[in-house]
C-alpha cells in the first residue's frame, strides 16, 4: 500500500469497495468490521483484519470440523491452540512438535519457499522451549514429465537441506510423491519434533499489566507481505506476481535466535513468548493478547526495520523471518538484551501489555490502529461450508495383467513413487547431532535418541493420497493407521500426531466434502489406536484455475521407545530366516499403485481399513519385537508383499524365495494386492512367532525363506538384487540430472 506524505506520517488510504475485496473481505465480512469498530477502519486495522481473517490464520472453513477431532490422552501436555503440542514422554520428558504447511510460497519460489517453511516449523516448537531434534517433510510434486516438475524438485530439496542443515538439525525421514494433480500446485509439509522438560514449557498467553512487550531477531523488512492472504486464495495463471509475498529465510540467524531464546529460557525472565510467523507482528500480538485476555499497546516506529520508509500497514503484515515477540517480567529487559546482544540479534522494548483490551498502534505519537481484540479474534467468520460426500468408487473387476510379476516389480520400484530417494536424503544432514539411530530407508519410521538416554522417539509422515479421492473416510483413517503402524514396525509405542490438511478450494461442496470425510476418518482412526491430535494445520484453496489437488491429509506420528538399541529395522539381515506374513491378505488391487502404474488404470474403492483389527496385529506385533521374536518388520503398504520383500531385500543385501500364492489368489493379486493392517517378519523361530499370532487372535502365514542376493517370486521369475537395487536407485539420479522419466 502507498506511504504517506513522509515516513512519519501516516499513510492516507480511502477505503472503498475495491480496496475491501482487494484485502480479501467479503461484504458480510466487512460489516462485521465495522460493527466491531463502530467507525470505518483505516489502512493498517483493514490490514490486521484482512490477514487475521484470511484462511490460513482463522481456519474460518475448517474450524467446525476440527473441533471433532479427538486432542486428549494422559500423554497430552498441549493440545492444538499452541505453537506445538506437547506430549509427556517420561522421566520428566517431553516432546514438542508440529506440522506446517508452506505450499504456495514453494511453488512460486522453492528454494525460499521451503527454506523458510523449515525455518517456521522449527520457530514454532523452539518457541515452547524445545530445542529441535529431528525435521520431517511430506512433499508432494507434478508429473515428472511435466516442465516445471524438475525445477520445482531441485528448489525445494535444496531450500529443505540449506535451512535445516545450517541449523544443525537433522531430517531423517519423510515422503515424496508424484502426480499430474500437483502440476499446477505442488505440496511442502515441513515437520519438526522437539525435545524440553515438562516444567519448562512455553506458551504464548500475554499476562502482568504494565509488562513489557519485547521484539527479539531480525530487522522487519517488506518480504512477505500479504502471505498468509495468498496462502488462502486459489492459483492462476499469473502466479508469478506473487513473487514478492514470499519470504527470504536466514538460517544462520535463526541458530543466533534459537540459541538465544533457549539461553533466556533457562532464567525465568519470560512470561510469554510467540514466534513471528504468519501475518508476522499482527497475528503474534493478537493472540497473545486474546489469550491472556489483555491488551496490547505497540510503539511501531520502535520496531528494527532494514528498509526505509517503512509505514504501520507494512510493519504489522511483513512476514521477515527469524523473529519473535515475547512478554517479559518488569525489569528484566537490560538481562535479556545483553543475552540477544551476545547473539548479535536485535532486541527492542516496543510495547507493554495493558488492561484496554485493545490492540493499540503508536506511530510517531499518533495513534495509528486501535482494535478490540476479543471481538477481532471471536467474531472471526466460521462457515459451515456446504459440503458433497465422495460417491462410492465401483470395482474394476477383472484386470488384464500385460506384465509377468518379475517386469511389474522391476516397473513399481523404478516407478517415480516408489523408487529410492537417496538423491534426496543425502542432501540432508540426518546424522548431524549423534542421536539419529535408523536413518531414512533404513526403518519404517526414523528412530532419534534423547541425547545421552536410552530412550528415543519414533517419528513419519503418512498420506495415501489416491485412497483419499475414492474414499476420503477410508483414507483419513488410513493415513493414520499408516503412521501407527510405521511406528508400531519398529518397536516403539504410537503416542500422538498432527496432521496437515490438504485440500482445494472448500466452497465447492465437493471438496468440502472430502475434507470433511477425512476428518471423519482421522477421528475415529486416533480414537480406536489412542493417537490423539495434539497440533496441525489446514492448507486449503491448492488448486489453480480450477484445478484441485489430490485430498491429501498428511500425518506426522510420534511414537517413544525405551530402549533405541532394541528397535528393530526393515532389512533382511541372513539368510535361513522365515517370512511371516502378519494380518489378512484378501488380494485388494483397486486404487493400488500396481493397478494405476502398471495397468494404467487408476480406478476403484480404497482397501477397507478396519481400525479394532488394525489395534489388534499392531499391537500383536510390537510384543513380538519386545519379546526379541522379531528383530526386522516392514508394515505393507504401496505395493503389497511384492513390493515389501524388493525392500527389504535391497535394504540388507540378502534376498528371499517367496512361496506360490494360496489357493484361491491369483499371483498379481497376491503379490501386489493393498490390504491393510499387514506386516511382513523375517524371524529365527517360526512356531513361536505363528503360535504368538494364534494367541493373539491375529492371522499369520508363512510366506517365503530368505535366501543369498536374488529375489525368486511364485512362478519362477527371479530378479538379482544388483538389477533390483539398479532400477530402484538410479531413477531419481538421472531424471534430476535431465533424463525423462522411462
Not at 486495522?45 to 474460518?60: A, D, P, Q, R, T
Not at 506476481?241 to 535463526?254: A, L
Request: net charge negative; hydrophobic share 40%.
Amino acid at each position: 500500500m502507498p506511504a504517506g506524505r513522509d515516513s512519519m506520517s501516516l499513510p492516507q488510504v480511502d477505503i472503498t469497495p475495491e480496496v475491501i475485496a482487494e484485502h480479501g473481505l467479503t461484504k458480510d465480512e466487512y460489516k462485521t468490521v465495522l460493527n466491531i469498530m463502530g467507525r470505518a477502519p483505516n489502512i493498517t486495522e483493514l490490514g490486521i483484519f484482512s490477514v487475521m481473517w484470511s484462511e490460513h490464520c482463522s481456519y474460518k472453513s475448517s474450524r467446525v470440523w476440527l473441533k471433532t477431532l479427538p486432542t486428549e490422552g494422559p500423554q497430552v501436555i498441549q493440545g492444538p491452540g499452541e505453537n506445538a503440542g506437547v506430549v509427556d514422554i517420561g522421566d520428566g520428558d517431553a516432546a514438542v512438535f508440529k506440522i506446517e504447511s508452506h505450499n504456495h510460497p514453494s511453488f512460486i519460489e522453492p528454494y525460499q519457499g521451503a527454506a523458510t517453511g523449515v525455518g517456521g516449523i522449527m520457530r514454532d516448537v523452539f518457541t515452547m522451549g524445545a530445542r529441535p531434534i529431528a525435521n520431517l517433510n511430506a512433499l508432494r510434486f507434478g508429473d515428472p514429465s511435466h516442465p516445471k516438475t524438475r525445477h520445482l524438485v531441485s528448489g525445494v530439496v535444496a531450500g529443505i537441506g540449506g535451512y535445516g542443515n545450517c541449523m544443525g538439525i537433522p531430517t531423517v525421514g519423510g515422503e515424496v510423491n508424484f502426480d499430474k494433480a500437483y502440476n499446477g500446485n505442488i505440496l511442502v509439509n515441513a515437520m519438526t519434533v522437539g525435545l524440553a522438560r515438562t516444567d519448562k514449557i512455553f506458551y504464548s498467553k500475554a499476562s502482568g499489566i504494565g509488562n513489557p512487550v519485547v521484539y527479539v531477531g531480525s530487522k522487519t523488512g517488506r518480504d512477505g507481505i500479504h502471505g498468509a492472504t495468498m496462502a488462502s486464495a486459489e492459483f492462476t495463471e499469473d502466479s508469478e506476481e506473487k513473487r514478492p509475498t514470499v519470504q527470504v529465510g536466514d538460517p544462520f540467524t535463526e541458530k543466533l535466535l534459537l540459541e538465544a531464546c533457549l539461553e533466556l529460557m533457562a532464567t525465568d525472565a519470560i512470561v510469554s513468548i510467540q514466534d513471528m510467523g504468519a501475518a508476522g507482528l499482527t497475528s503474534s500480538s493478537v493472540e497473545m493478547a486474546d489469550k491472556g485476555g489483555v491488551g496490547i499497546e505497540l510503539q511501531l516506529d520502535r520496531v528494527p526495520m532494514r528498509e526505509e520508509g517503512m509505514t504501520p500497514y507494512e510493519l504489522m503484515l511483513s512476514e521477515s523471518q527469524e523473529r519473535m515477540l515475547m512478554v517479559l517480567k518488569p525489569g528484566r529487559e537490560d538481562e535479556a538484551k545483553a543475552i540477544f546482544d551476545k547473539w548479535e540479534l536485535d532486541f527492542a522494548v516496543i510495547g507493554t501489555v495493558t488492561d484496554t483490551g485493545n490492540l493499540t498502534l503508536k506511530w510517531h505519537g499518533e495513534t495509528a490502529g486501535d482494535i478490540p481484540v476479543a471481538p477481532l479474534v471471536d467474531a472471526s467468520p466460521m462457515y459451515e461450508r456446504p459440503w458433497e460426500p465422495t460417491p462410492a468408487s465401483a470395482s474394476v473387476g477383472e484386470i488384464d495383467h500385460p506384465l509377468s510379476p518379475g517386469d511389474a516389480l522391476k516397473k513399481l520400484i523404478g516407478s517415480p513413487d516408489l523408487c529410492s530417494r537417496r538423491w534426496i536424503w543425502e542432501q540432508y544432514d540426518h546424522l548431524i547431532g549423534g542421536e539419529t539411530v535408523q536413518t531414512p530407508g533404513a526403518a519404517d519410521a526414523a528412530i532419534v535418541r534423547l541425547p545421552g538416554r536410552k530412550k528415543a522417539v519414533a517419528v513419519t509422515t503418512d498420506c495415501t493420497p489416491r485412497y483419499c479421492l475414492a474414499d476420503p473416510i477410508t483414507g483419513g483413517a488410513q493415513a493414520v493407521a499408516e503412521a501407527w503402524r510405521n511406528i508400531t514396525a519398529t518397536g516403539a509405542t504410537p503416542l500422538a500426531i498432527t496432521n496437515n490438511m490438504n485440500f482445494g478450494n472448500p466452497e465447492r461442496p465437493r471438496i468440502m466434502g472430502q475434507f470433511v470425510g477425512a476428518v471423519k476418518g482421522m477421528s475415529a482412526a486416533a480414537r480406536t489406536l489412542d493417537f490423539p491430535v495434539v497440533s496441525g494445520n489446514v492448507s486449503l484453496y491448492n488448486e489453480t484455475n480450477g484445478e484441485a489437488i489430490l485430498p491429501t491429509p498428511v500425518i506426522g506420528g510420534v511414537g517413544l521407545i525405551d530402549d533405541a538399541g532394541k528397535a528393530v529395522g526393515l532389512a533382511l539381515k541372513k539368510v535361513g530366516q522365515i517370512l511371516i506374513l502378519i494380518g489378512e491378505s484378501k488380494g485388494h488391487l483397486d486404487r493400488s499403485i500396481y493397478l494405476r502404474d502398471v495397468v494404467g488404470r487408476d480406478a476403484g474403492p480404497a482397501p477397507k481399513v478396519d481400525l479394532t483389527v488394525e489395534r489388534r496385529n499392531g499391537d500383536c506385533v510390537r510384543g513380538l519385537i519386545h519379546k526379541g521374536l522379531v528383530r526386522t518388520c516392514h508394515d505393507l503398504s504401496d505395493g503389497g508383499l511384492a513390493v515389501a520383500v524388493a525392500e527389504m531385500a535391497m535394504a540388507g543385501g540378502v534376498g528371499a524365495t517367496l512361496d506360490a500364492a494360496p489357493p484361491g489368489f491369483g499371483i498379481h493379486a497376491w503379490l501386489y494386492g493393498e490390504d491393510q493392517a499387514r506386516y511382513l517378519v523375517a524371524v529365527d523361530d517360526e512356531k513361536a512367532v505363528l503360535s504368538a499370532c494364534a494367541a493373539a487372535g491375529v492371522p499369520a502365514q508363512r510366506v517365503g525363506i530368505t535366501i543369498g542376493r536374488s529375489l525368486t517370486l511364485p512362478g519362477g521369475d527371479t530378479i538379482s538384487l544388483e538389477q533390483l537395487a539398479k532400477v530402484n536407485e538410479t531413477r531419481l539420479p538421472n531424471y534430476m540430472a535431465g533424463a525423462d522419466w522411462t
